[in-house]
């Protein structure tokens, strides 16, 4: 550093200070993951060995195994990639026409309706929980993916038409225009000019969208009702709740879950970070 | 406008179309929250146990008036309003500091953004679950750390009594969401010209001052922006206790009482009547935020 290294060779310690504290933080980020990494791969009488061992000392995947072998959770984790994979493509796909309306035509009652939509991602979804159960089973939508994926997609929906709408206003006109003109319908203009330009907002969008699906609890522990549509965070939550906790089967399927995530995170943080303070400032 | 007309000529008006594209994505919207919402608040004037569905009938404001009355409610909205004010108040001063450090360039820093992520990125349920395991009384490595450090003189069994237990849940989620905090003051960060600072440091200001009369008020949108997210967020918690503690041992919170009512005793009325409450809370709170802020949605 400039300051420090002239003629007096000065301890830069506030620089020590810094680079300690942002070890620190990452090193805290990390931790929990590491930490269930580090059991998932012990065996159990190391996993029930005070004090714990900071390193597994015979290293096993049996944990691992077993996840898949004693519980269904193959079986979730497929049942949460149809329910944030849906989720995600019909919020994309209403989302992007709504989003549309909004950032090329004129029509009365836009404050109004950008209100709406916008209000209810402040609703508490606790608020609704209890009505749509009585709804959803009526349909006998209960423990079905569309009786998770519909829910999701009205949850989704004010972040993706933000951003997407944000999105479509920094599209020229001209090209829509020029389309239109050679005789190609608002909806081919769509297709054809706007969702081609705009794939970084509907892949930040979609991101935020299939996390957020993802991870949802309220919703999936009371909609479902057995392992045939039981999504990771129930059945991660109820993991032999009744017995003692197999906490080396446990830590392997945190493992499994997480380790594609934080990969996706790692990939795409510019576009997440782009995507969670521009959902953040609509206040 | 000729784009006008070009839509024009294909015999749809604007309003039309505008009402066509719009329709799907509004019928969900409005099936799903606003028609559930107000059944939500039919469903609080009437003795409503879902396990005897024809016993419904009409009884007024009996469970609001039930509700003040019940001390489970008012434990339920004190443990609620502790867990809202400390969580946010920490993440905040926390999420200011990692903002203050990662907004500087330093090698690396692409890196340290994207580990920040992490924690948000790791679904609630299952980071509870980590943490879980950490705070557990008999292997947890938080004990095995605190006992190393001479902390503690032996394990402690943090959520299972209630003078730890709401403090075990507010770290875990003080990990979880400072990140997200972080990167709202971050944005908020990046748009202070840097010629404000300069022209600080000329007329003497120190690191401290600088910070007092440039960073803070002018970061001052970005905070409470990120305030009423939280907070809004906080006072609704309900995944990480449930995974932590159920609600046992004082850390029942307003969500985890009304997910119980809900779906282990089945009372929709009562259980609807305290919904309603959570939402006149986060409605009038938000409210008056946006009042605050001065936000209005012509920017939309």
Known sequence: ?283 | MRFLTTIHKRGLSQIQLAALLMLPALIVIFLITFYPLAQTFLFSLEDYNAKFATARKFVGPANYIKLFLDPDFRAALRQTLFFTVVSVSAEFVLGLLVALVIHRTFPGRGLVRAAVLVPWAIPTVISARMWEWMYNDQFGVINDILVKLHLISAPVPWLGQPATAMWAVIVTDVWKTTPFMALLLLAGLQIIPEELYEAAKIDGAGTWQRFRRVTLPLLRPAILVALIFRTLDAFRVFDVVFVLTRGASGTRTLVVMNQEVFFSFLEFGYGSAISVLVFVFVALFSFLYMRGLGLRLETA
């Not at chain 1, 159960?133 to 949850?155: D, E």
């Not at chain 1, 197999?246 to 879950?257: D, F, N, Q, R, S």
């Open chain 1, 1 to 283: 550093m400039k300051r420090s290294g002239l003629s007096k060779r000065v301890i830069p310690w506030g620089e020590f200070g810094f680079y300690g504290s942002v070890v620190l933080l990452v090193a805290i980020c990390f931790f929990p993951l590491y930490w269930a990494i580090n059991t998932s791969f012990k065996t159990h009488a190391e996993i029930i060995q005070w004090p714990p061992s900071w390193f597994p000392t015979n290293l096993t995947v049996e944990n691992y195994q077993a996840t898949f072998e004693k519980h269904p959770f193959g079986r979730n984790i497929l049942n949460s990639l149809v329910v944030a994979g849906g989720t995600t493509a019909l919020s994309l796909i209403l989302g992007a026409l709504c989003a549309y309306a909004l950032a090329r035509l004129k029509f009365p009652g836009k404050i109004f309706i950008v209100g709406a939509i916008l209000m209810t991602s402040m609703f508490p979804s606790i608020s609704i929980v209890s009505p749509l159960f009585v709804l959803l089973r009526q349909l006998r939508w209960l423990n079905t993916f569309h009786g998770l994926i519909i829910p999701y997609t009205t949850f989704a929906l004010p972040l993706t038409i933000w951003i997407l709408t944000s999105f479509f206003r920094e599209i020229p006109f001209e090209l829509e225009e020029a389309a239109l003109v050679d005789g190609a319908t608002p909806l081919q203009a769509l297709r054809l000019i706007i969702f081609p330009l705009s794939a970084p907002g509907l892949v930040t969008a979609g991101l935020l969208v299939f996390i957020a699906a993802w991870n949802e609890f309220l919703f999936a522990l009371t909609y479902t009702l057995d392992d045939s549509t039981r999504t990771v965070p129930v059945a991660i939550a109820l993991f032999s709740r009744q017995f003692e906790v197999p906490w080396g089967e446990l830590t392997a399927a945190t493992v499994i879950v997480t380790v594609p995530l934080v990969l996706l995170v790692l990939i795409f943080q510019r576009r997440i970070i782009a995507g969670l303070t521009a959902g953040a400032i609509k206040g």
